[in-house]
């Protein structure tokens, strides 16, 4: 098991390396130049390959190994970090832009090659608990190293000392990924699959309506599908907006990165793995219906925080607690949502299981990418009260639509029954 954790939390690790220097590097450079937060927000088109990604997600279901497909994919993101390297940000924006449209591009195909290695690794909920802790906590500190650990330290190191210690990270990762004998069952079930799509069994590949049809049949895909899409709507308009509000009114771009890259960012570290946990010992029925209305509390204090412009030590204090608290609990969210989705692709048949899960995936990230693109428009619009107010509001609606499939919904079929005396 442990072995399989290792594994997993390494490559979520550098999966997560691009959206750290996307989320939290990248928009306070930006910040900084002086552009608005209406364009702050579009760079998110940026992720759009991850919203592309359950279009070629039956491609890596069904022609090669995860393992080859996750070295070259961990080789690609070595080769686009050592291109950029080379270029100078201030001079080269439209490159920058480029380098993590790529970057995001491979990530979101190591991401299905990765999802499915661990829907076939993880069994029982005991292992399912942890494997998806791996999961977020490896995806949040490959983003804490990037847009926290690396913000801070780029004035001193320079732009391309970071993008080369970048190459090294995931050259060692892809040869770790080579040898890795947690895959080598894998290999064997490749050849298996292989002979059955010769032997007939490959009429799906030519009827891709088929496999869509079967997505949508597994079940408690529906409330799946709606729940991924509006968990985060209201959390991550704050979490993107609430730092540029500090970096407008309390806060130097060297002080953000400290406290919200890599503080606020470890208490969510800590929010996953305690799910991970808590999930081992009770439903996780009862623990999205509490959580989700203890955020929705936090949101009420972090919103209550945009009244004072005046910089002081207590105010720094206070956005600092409520960034921690706010991402203690959205790391505890996101483990046990990401539980929810595997949970519900284990009972599709094993050969849509990738496909399933990245579909998903695809509409969580969608849900996020969409919202988190508008919300710099609403705060210039609106003003940040008006913005935050709407947040708060869709904090609510989601814990009340996960309040009542906890008790009528299909979040009771997720409650473990308990095991005969």
Same mark, same amino acid.
């Given at each position: ?33 002086g ?15 991850w ?7 039956p ?12 070295v070259?994919?961990v ?63 490896g ?13 801070a ?15 090294f ?8 990924v ?7 069952d ?7 699959a ?5 032997g ?6 030519a ?12 079940p ?19 979490? %993107?907006?609430?730092? =540029?509000?500090? #970096?407008?009114?309390?806060?130097? @771009?060297?002080? *953000?990165?400290? /406290?919200? $890259? ?14 991970g ?28 925080l ?22 203690f ?15 519900c ?16 995936? %695809?509409?969580?990230? =969608?849900?996020? #990418?969409?919202?988190?693109?508008? @919300?710099?428009? *609403?705060?210039? /619009?609106? $003003? ?8 708060l509001?869709?904090?609510a ?25």
């Amino acid at each position: 098991m442990n072995d399989k954790l290792v594994f997993l939390g390494l490559l979520y690790f550098v999966q997560g390396i691009p959206y750290g220097l996307q989320s939290s590097l990248l928009p306070v450079f930006l910040r900084g130049a002086g552009h608005s937060l209406t364009r702050i927000g579009f760079t998110k088109i940026l992720y759009f390959p991850w919203v592309l990604k359950v279009l070629w997600a039956p491609l890596v279901d069904r022609v090669g190994t995860k393992r080859r497909w996750l070295v070259a994919t961990v080789c690609g993101l070595a080769l686009t970090c050592l291109s950029s390297a080379a270029l100078a940000p201030e001079a080269h924006i439209w490159g920058v832009a480029g380098t993590l449209l790529a970057m995001n591009t491979l990530a979101s195909v190591q991401d299905i090659a990765v999802d499915g290695a661990a829907v076939g690794l993880l069994k029982g909920r005991g292992e399912l608990g942890l494997g998806n802790t791996a999961q977020v906590v490896g995806y949040k500190a490959g983003s804490v190293f990037a847009g926290g650990g690396l913000l801070a330290v780029i004035d001193v190191a320079g732009w391309s000392w970071m993008f080369m210690l970048l190459t090294f990270v995931y050259a060692g990762v892809a040869l770790f990924v080579w040898g890795a004998p947690v895959l080598d069952d894998e290999t064997v079930r490749g050849q298996q699959a292989e002979g059955n799509r010769r032997g007939g069994q490959g009429a799906d590949a030519a009827r891709p309506w088929r496999v869509w049809r079967k997505l949508l049949a597994v079940p408690g895909t529906s409330w799946t599908v709606l729940y991924v899409l509006t968990y985060k709507l209201g959390e991550q308009g704050a979490v %993107t907006m609430f730092p =540029l509000f500090l #970096l407008d009114h309390h806060m130097t @771009a060297r002080e *953000l990165g400290f /406290w919200n $890259g890599v503080v606020a960012m470890g208490f969510s570290i800590c929010g996953s793995s305690l799910a991970g946990l808590l999930l081992a010992q009770f439903s996780i029925g009862a623990l999205m219906r509490r959580v989700f209305v203890l955020r929705t509390v936090s949101m009420l204090f972090q919103s209550s925080l945009l009244t004072v412009l005046e910089p002081s030590s207590l105010m720094k204090g206070m956005a600092v607690l409520s960034m921690s608290v706010q991402h203690f609990l959205g790391g505890v969210i996101t483990t046990l949502t990401f539980t929810t989705m595997m949970h519900c692709t284990q009972r599709a048949e094993e050969s849509i299981q990738a496909t399933h899960y990245s579909f998903l995936a %695809t509409l969580e990230v =969608l849900g996020k #990418l969409t919202f988190s693109a508008l @919300a710099g428009g *609403l705060v210039d /619009w609106f $003003g940040f009260q008006m913005a935050f107010f709407f947040f708060l509001t869709l904090s609510a609606g989601t814990a009340l639509h996960v309040w009542t499939a906890t008790f009528r919904g299909a979040l009771r079929e997720h409650q473990p029954k308990e095991p005969p005396q």
